[in-house]
């Protein structure tokens, strides 16, 4: 008797750059305006989206988004990177989305609501795919140790935006003039204890999407009915033998 063969799995065709030539022009097409001498992306899209995230999340997530942006453009600005600006502001729009009581039932971790949310908005625009799965992977991404800073520098940039107003990494090297203006017009009162908080209230219906990720610290302050999984328990009550 013949075997049936083996199902194949799917490999998606790899992606080009998509910003080679956008890094290049995409001032040409975007007026901006400035904070700290950080340009803002002010091209119909940009504003589309602000306006979106402005109506769909709260004053919290929308000052945090906007702060994620500054200070990862400016990561960006001071090493000469070279990178698509409104791509990452509108990927610093959406990366946070998965916080909010939209998305209460999704079974998902929140990145991925933040990111597919993203992909879709772009999408029905007419981004073209590549630019969309840059996007997509920079907010599915923002959240992970280390890989990100190896990768396209949009996702590096989200990510670095992300570790300094979440985390304060790179904190002590923000000049305190910038700091002092990013902070005029994008405030964080008590944003330490309201981010936690928002964290907690989007984990506590999906407890299974924290393990190996940063917010497991959160449930496990903040829940005290939560259990912790452990990784190396999980392997020795696996059902392999040896």
């Known amino acids: 008797m013949t075997p049936e063969p083996r199902p194949q799995p799917y490999l998606s065709p790899p992606f080009p750059d998509p910003t080679a030539t956008r890094r290049s022009t995409h001032t040409t097409h975007t007026t901006h305006t400035h904070i700290a001498g950080i340009p803002l992306p002010d091209s119909s899209l ?3 989206a602000t306006e979106l995230i402005r109506n769909t999340t709260d004053a919290l997530l929308y000052h945090h988004s906007r702060r994620v942006y500054l200070f990862g453009a400016r990561h960006g600005r001071e090493r000469s990177l070279p990178f ?11 990366h946070g989305l998965g916080l909010t009581d939209r998305f209460r039932g999704s079974r998902q971790r929140f990145e991925l609501d933040g990111a597919d949310e993203a ?3 772009l999408a029905t625009r007419g981004v073209p795919p590549a630019r969309t799965h840059l996007a997509w992977q920079a907010i599915a991404l923002h959240t992970t140790p280390q890989i990100p800073h190896r990768m396209a520098p949009e996702i590096a940039l989200l990510a670095a935006g992300y570790e300094l107003d979440v985390l304060g990494i790179g904190h002590a090297t923000l000049p305190p003039d910038t700091r002092d203006e990013i902070l005029t017009a994008h405030p964080r ?3 330490k204890r309201h981010i936690l908080r928002a964290y907690h209230r989007a984990l506590t219906h999906r407890p299974e999407t924290a393990p190996g990720t940063p917010q497991a610290d959160v449930l496990a302050h903040l829940d005290p009915d939560h259990i912790r999984p452990d990784f190396v328990r999980t392997i020795e009550d696996s059902a392999w033998p040896e």
């Open 46 to 48: 940009a504003k589309e």
């Open 84 to 94: 698509d600006a409104e791509l990452l502001y509108i990927a610093a729009l959406f």
């Open 119 to 121: 992909r879709s908005f």
């Open 189 to 191: 009162p008590g944003f």
